[in-house]
């Protein structure tokens, strides 16, 4: 499985923009690139998810480095309910979801 | 659509005591998982079952059984319960043809005393 790396905290404040990164140089080419995160006391939640093209849905945006050995989660404006751990997860196909510790991020209002 | 439904929420065991913890999803997925997370751990797989009928160890089994009992449920059993079971147990079901997320349930916190 791919190893990655993510800043065990971040911090930022409420409706600014947060760039959470990820390292994962030893990807392989046919991992997916998958974020989640928990929100306290409760289970993951998907965040979104891509293989080459940055990608974008309601909740996040991902920023996929070009040699795909980094990826970058966007939130737009942050906002109190994004504190959270977030996971990010290289994914074969029908490969199994293994969570590393994540980054903690905290959102000052 | 409830998604992901696991039951009970709470549970106290006594050390040796059994139990299954029941898990459902309404998604129509093919593969469900086990998960558990110790405090301030991240998650580690127990069991999964990449289809109805099959099933398969992950990174920490011992101690677990698992019946996939059709495609909607997949079951968790602690046949002699250990204190170092107690944990917070997630159940996930994903469906990788349509190359989506997981979707987690809410968890059954669990303590053996």
């Known amino acids: 499985d791919a190893k990655t790396t993510q800043p065990n905290s971040m911090e930022s404040n409420e409706e600014e923009p947060v760039h959470l990164p990820c390292n994962h140089s030893?990807?392989?080419?046919?991992?997916?690139i998958h974020w989640y995160r928990q929100l306290p006391s409760q289970g993951p939640e998907y965040v979104i998810h891509?293989?080459?093209s940055n990608v974008n849905n309601r909740m996040a945006s991902l920023a996929i480095a070009e040699d795909r050995k980094s990826s970058t989660l966007i939130l737009h404006r942050a906002t109190l309910r994004d504190a959270a751990v977030y996971y990010c997860i290289p994914l074969t196909s029908y490969g199994k979801l293994t969570f590393g510790q994540g980054t903690i991020l905290t959102v000052h209002p | 659509n409830a998604g992901v439904t696991q039951t009970p929420k709470f549970q106290v065991l006594k050390t040796g005591q059994s139990m299954t913890l029941q898990c459902a999803q309404d998604m129509n997925h093919n593969s469900m998982y086990w998960y558990r997370q110790d405090p301030g751990m991240g998650l580690r797989l127990i069991y999964y079952s990449a289809s109805e009928g099959t099933t398969d160890k992950g990174e920490v089994p011992n101690g677990y059984n698992v019946s996939r009992l059709n495609k909607r449920e997949f079951s968790l059993r602690l046949e002699s319960a250990a204190p170092s079971q107690t944990s917070v147990y997630f159940c996930a079901s994903s469906d990788f043809v349509l190359a989506g997320g997981y979707t987690f349930g809410s968890g059954t916190r669990l303590t053996v005393v």
């Open positions: 030893t990807i392989s080419g046919t991992d997916y």
């Open positions: 891509g293989l080459t």
